[in-house]
């Protein structure tokens, strides 16, 4: 076999694997207020040398049909990134319901033939390779339009599974509403979860702080891989 040959066939079998679950795109969630960080842009804090943004970028893009990025101000700020950023479409600073809301009106216009949307914080560093897949077996054995992480008792509404079909449900949740809490939006739709071990680190540990970036840098000296 050509090495031409052989390529185009490992590409196409990653394609494959990947494409096990639905398609869906990932949004990375970096409209954050940033205030225990000390202000500025969170995501580009850097981790073992590389920006919080970049690691989810890497973590991710194996996972996912494509990525963008929700930020509001100055996009210009994460052009080194190649992806689309994507403002908030709700008015006044509506938590992380706004940027998901925003990532699935952009989809139905951008892509329209995706119907699953992954969002991530763009604080939490050690995110799972395995992501993506486990949340839509979870979603699919419970039956339930939507599904979210959880790593020992602690749930991770955040880390989820979104379909595009309810983005006009949110929309009317958060502006004639004036919904804000995930937990209550979730709960009237049903939501699964995919569980995962806190040892030997939680994978959805959040770098809120310079002490949790502190923390992270030991678990990444210990733990390369993570």
């Not at 494409?19 to 995501?43: F, I, N, S």
């Not at 033939?113 to 560093?125: H, K, R, V, Y």
């Not at 770098?207 to 891989?225: C, G, I, K, Q, Y």
């Given at each position: 076999?050509?090495?031409?040959?052989?390529?185009?066939?490992?590409?196409?079998?990653?394609?494959?694997?990947?494409?096990?679950?639905?398609?869906?795109?990932?949004?990375?969630?970096?409209?954050?207020?940033?205030?225990?960080?000390?202000?500025?842009?969170?995501?580009?804090?850097?981790?073992?040398?590389?920006?919080?943004?970049?690691?989810?970028?890497?973590?991710?893009?194996?996972?996912?049909?494509?990525?963008?990025?929700?930020?509001?101000?100055?996009?210009?700020?994460?052009?080194?990134?190649?992806?689309?950023?994507?403002?908030?479409?709700?008015?006044?600073?509506?938590?992380?319901?706004?940027?998901?809301?925003?990532?699935?009106?952009?989809?139905?216009?951008?892509?329209?033939?995706?119907?699953?949307?992954?969002?991530?914080?763009?604080?939490?560093?050690?995110?799972?390779?395995?992501?993506?897949?486990?949340?839509?077996?979870?979603?699919?054995?419970?039956?339930?339009?939507?599904?979210?992480?959880?790593?020992?008792?602690?749930?991770?509404?955040?880390?989820?599974?979104?379909?595009?079909?309810?983005?006009?449900?949110?929309?009317?949740?958060?502006?004639?509403?004036?919904?804000?809490?995930?937990?209550?939006?979730?709960?009237?739709?049903?939501?699964?979860?995919?569980?995962?071990?806190?040892?030997?680190?939680?994978?959805?540990?959040?770098?809120?702080?310079?002490?949790?970036?502190?923390?992270?840098?030991?678990?990444l000296a210990r733990f390369p891989a993570a």
């Amino acid at each position: 076999m050509s090495r031409r040959r052989a390529r185009a066939t490992g590409a196409r079998a990653r394609r494959t694997e990947r494409l096990a679950h639905p398609e869906t795109l990932g949004v990375l969630l970096a409209g954050g207020l940033a205030r225990r960080m000390g202000g500025g842009d969170k995501p580009l804090k850097t981790l073992g040398g590389v920006t919080l943004l970049d690691r989810a970028v890497a973590r991710l893009a194996p996972q996912c049909d494509g990525l963008i990025v929700n930020a509001n101000g100055d996009p210009a700020r994460f052009s080194g990134l190649g992806l689309p950023v994507v403002a908030d479409t709700v008015e006044g600073f509506a938590g992380p319901l706004a940027g998901i809301l925003a990532a699935l009106e952009w989809m139905a216009a951008h892509r329209p033939q995706t119907g699953w949307l992954l969002s991530i914080p763009t604080d939490s560093p050690f995110l799972p390779a395995d992501l993506v897949p486990r949340l839509h077996q979870a979603r699919e054995a419970a039956g339930m339009p939507l599904a979210c992480a959880r790593s020992g008792d602690q749930t991770h509404p955040v880390v989820g599974l979104w379909p595009v079909s309810l983005a006009a449900d949110l929309r009317h949740a958060l502006v004639v509403e004036d919904l804000r809490k995930i937990d209550r939006w979730t709960a009237r739709h049903g939501i699964a979860e995919a569980v995962w071990p806190t040892a030997p680190y939680d994978p959805f540990f959040n770098a809120n702080s310079p002490e949790d970036l502190a923390e992270a840098e030991t678990v990444l000296a210990r733990f390369p891989a993570a």
